[in-house]
């Protein structure tokens, strides 16, 4: 069972470039989130999907745009990427949106230069 | 929505003392309470949740308690270790499934030996 997997661990991109981080989950959870996480800093929602084909956003979505095509896979897309992206990068899905556990990706890092 | 502030921001403790960690929410409905390890470099993960309908659970040297009245929620960590030495969130949520989990901004905690 492996959880939460996200692709890649690491990468740098320069100002400009679009790229797409992959998450997938086999634990058939409804609901997935996205999250960043600057140094020092917090969690703060990008966007989230309470099942496929219904994504919505969080606090912090200006930039990126997600899909949910399937309930296995919910990717991120940065289009034009700035260095106030560099950042790291949680996937995260759950049984249901309150009241369960959040199973956490081994996050993406990200530098744009 | 809802507003979860966390305090302190970060606490160093001697190994063997205890360490707690306050966090207060801002909506009357969250009803579930999780917090979350997070290790350098690693993902989070949690450690212990308490619902809205318990006052305090514990799971071994680790406690939660709940002030659904005052709206504040604590963790306790008894006996210190240096592998308690981490970042941990503390986040609120209700069981609805209307929003996802809130996080507050975390405490990093150092176990000095």
């Known amino acids: 069972n492996a959880g939460v997997t996200q692709t890649p661990k690491f990468r740098i991109l320069k100002i400009g470039q679009s790229m797409t981080l992959q998450c997938t989950q086999d634990?058939?959870?409804?609901?997935m989130y996205w999250y960043r996480q600057d140094p020092g800093m917090g969690l703060k929602l990008i966007y989230y999907s309470v099942g496929a084909g219904i994504t919505d956003k969080g606090e912090v979505p200006n930039g990126y745009n997600v899909s949910r095509s399937t309930t296995e896979d919910f990717p991120l897309r940065l289009e034009l990427a700035a260095p106030s992206q560099t950042s790291v990068y949680f996937c995260?899905?759950?049984?249901?949106?309150?009241?369960?556990?959040?199973?956490f990706g081994q996050g993406t890092r990200l530098t744009v230069v | 929505g809802e507003n979860v502030e966390q305090h302190p921001s970060t606490l160093s403790v001697q190994e063997g003392d205890s360490a707690v960690i306050k966090c207060t929410y801002s909506?009357?409905?969250?009803?579930?309470f999780p917090w979350y390890k997070q290790e350098l470099g690693k993902r989070p993960q949690l450690i212990i949740d308490?619902?809205?309908?318990?006052g305090e659970k514990k799971d071994q040297r680790i406690a939660v308690t709940l002030n659904k009245t005052a709206k504040h929620f604590s963790l306790h960590i008894t006996e210190t270790q240096p592998e308690d030495s981490a970042v941990y969130f503390c986040a609120a949520s209700d069981n609805s499934g209307n929003t996802p989990l809130v996080f507050g901004k975390g405490t990093r905690l150092s176990v000095i030996a």
């Open positions: 308490i619902r809205s309908n318990v």
């Open positions: 634990m058939n959870h409804n609901y």
């Open positions: 909506d009357s409905a969250s009803n579930y």
């Open positions: 995260a899905s759950s049984y249901n949106q309150g009241g369960t556990e959040a199973f």
